[in-house]
Each structure stands twice: as structure tokens, then as C-alpha cells.
């Protein structure tokens, strides 16, 4: 009576391999496997008689386990080609890294020299500055959200605003500035960029001016100028005309009861 195998496993153990590796030789090699509903998933079923037949006639076994090892090897030259790969690519970066910082280094240099010096004419800004002393609040805007700063403003023009801030902002950062303007009686929101700093002092310019915020800082800038042509009083708190925020009221006397009719019958009957 002949030996049957009923399933993968059991050809698999019969032939000393894998599942996988007889499934593969039975696609690739013909091994003599039946399918008894002649169907690729179906079940499988083999004869002891016929594996052994094919086991003897197939002269391609022995090309299989070599296979095997040329594949093994191939894969371990491509993974140590790859790492070298990586490694000369690291090392490009560096080298174009390096090469980089010298050359910013001599441009900057070169720049630095050949730049020359400006005039009085080109110092002078475009717009002219009125002094001012505003409290602002100043949103600086980054990816990551936004940070909330108090600063003060010493200077303003209808392009842009001189403020110190308690903290360094980075060149051509964006912010968000909220004032009460001169001869303004709300409080305005302007957008703008850092310019330029020197320690402390940011001078911020006013991007996106909406034609209504154009017209608000133009009329402060016209109350600062008529502000700065009189001349300010030496004993007091501001210029002439400037309304100065009162200060804390100062505390009431304590009422005295001494003297003090009784309204109380009660207070009659203890006097």
C-alpha cells in the first residue's frame, strides 16, 4: 500500500524542509504534488513512492542549496555596498558642509569691505520720527505659536515704531502690536516686522496698513509734531494740553466719633 502525505507538513517532514521551500519547489520544479478539487488552495496530498522518484531524477537539487548561498551572499554584498554608500554620502555633506561655512566666511568678508560706508543723506530715514511715549503689547509670532511681550515705544512715524522689549527679537520676525495711538481714543492693532535691533531697542515696520490704520497713524503722527514743537514743562507731568492719568487716590481719614450725636437710642442709654 502506498505511503500518502496529506498536507504541506507532513511532505515538508517527509523531505527534510521547510513548508515554504516545498511550496516553492513544487511551483518552480514541479514537484509532484495533487490537488485532489483542482484548486491552488485546496487540500494536498503526495506519494512517498513519487517524491522519491522525483528526489532521484531531479538533477537540479543540488543547484538549489547553491542557490541558496549565491543568494545569501549577493544579499550580504548589496547590504555592505549600501552601508558604504551611506558612509561616502555622509562624508560628501561634510565636505560640502565645510567648503559652505569657508566660503559664506570670505563673502562675508568680501561684502564687508567693498560696502561702502553711507551717508549722512542715506542715514537719514524716509519718513520722519516723533518722540513718544506709548505701552505697547507686542505678540511675537512663530511656528510654534506666539509669545505675548509688554514694551515700550520711544519713537513713532507713519512707517514704523521704535520699541524696547524686555527680550531680544530675532531680524524680519513678525509681530503683532497692540497701542493706543496719540489723538486715538481706542486701542489699534498693527502688524509688522523687526527691522533692526540694537540691544534692546527694535525698530519695528508696519506691514499690511490698512488704508483705515494709515489714516489713524498719520493724525498721530500730526498730534506728536504740533506735541513736539511746544515747548514742555519743566514742573509737570507732560506737554501742555496732555491729559496725564491720575494717580492712585490717596487713602480717606478714618471718621472720628467723638463729638458725634447719638442717633441711636441705645447709644443714648451708654452715654
Known amino acids: ?22 511550496q516553492r519547489w513544487e511551483r518552480d520544479l514541479g514537484l509532484p504534488v495533487r490537488r485532489p478539487h483542482g484548486r491552488d488552495r485546496s487540500t494536498v496530498l503526495a506519494l512517498a513512492e513519487e517524491l522519491d522518484h522525483w528526489l532521484a531524477a531531479c538533477a537540479k537539487r543540488p543547484r538549489l542549496v547553491e542557490t541558496a548561498e549565491e543568494t545569501a551572499a549577493s544579499c550580504s554584498k548589496l547590504g555592505q555596498a549600501t552601508v558604504k554608500s ?17 566660503t559664506n566666511t ?23 520720527r516723533y518722540p ?19 514694551g515700550r515705544a520711544t519713537d513713532l512715524s507713519r512707517s514704523g515704531i521704535a520699541v524696547t522689549l524686555p527680550m531680544e527679537v530675532s531680524f524680519t520676525q513678525p509681530v503683532a502690536m ?8 481706542r ?5 509688522g516686522v523687526v527691522a533692526n535691533h540694537r540691544d534692546l531697542v527694535h525698530g519695528m515696520r508696519f ?7 494709515q489714516a489713524l497713524l498719520d ?53
Open 106 to 128: 570670505l563673502l562675508t568678508a568680501a561684502l564687508a569691505v567693498s560696502t561702502p560706508a553711507r551717508t549722512e543723506a542715506e542715514e537719514r530715514r524716509c519718513e520722519p
Open 86 to 102: 551611506v558612509h561616502q554620502l555622509v562624508e560628501s555633506l561634510q565636505l560640502f558642509r565645510q567648503r559652505f561655512t569657508v
Open 132 to 150: 513718544a511715549a506709548l505701552r505697547l503689547e507686542v505678540r511675537v509670532l512663530h511656528e510654534g505659536g506666539s509669545r505675548t511681550l509688554v
Open 178 to 185: 497692540r497701542m493706543k495711538l496719540p489723538a486715538c481714543t
Open 207 to 213: 506691514i499690511r496698513v490698512s488704508p483705515a490704520h
Open 1 to 22: 500500500m502506498p505511503h500518502i502525505l496529506n498536507s504541506w507538513k507532513e511532505i515538508a517532514r517527509y523531505l527534510g524542509r521547510g513548508v515554504r521551500t516545498v
Open 219 to 271: 493724525r498721530a503722527c500730526r498730534s506728536l509734531a504740533v506735541r513736539s514743537e511746544e515747548p514742555r514743562d519743566p514742573h509737570g507731568e507732560g506737554w501742555p494740553g496732555e491729559v496725564v492719568p491720575p494717580g492712585p487716590a490717596p487713602p480717606k481719614p478714618a471718621r472720628s466719633t467723638l463729638g458725634a450725636r447719638p442717633t441711636d437710642w441705645r447709644q443714648k442709654k451708654s452715654l
Open 187 to 191: 486701542a489699534t492693532v498693527l502688524r
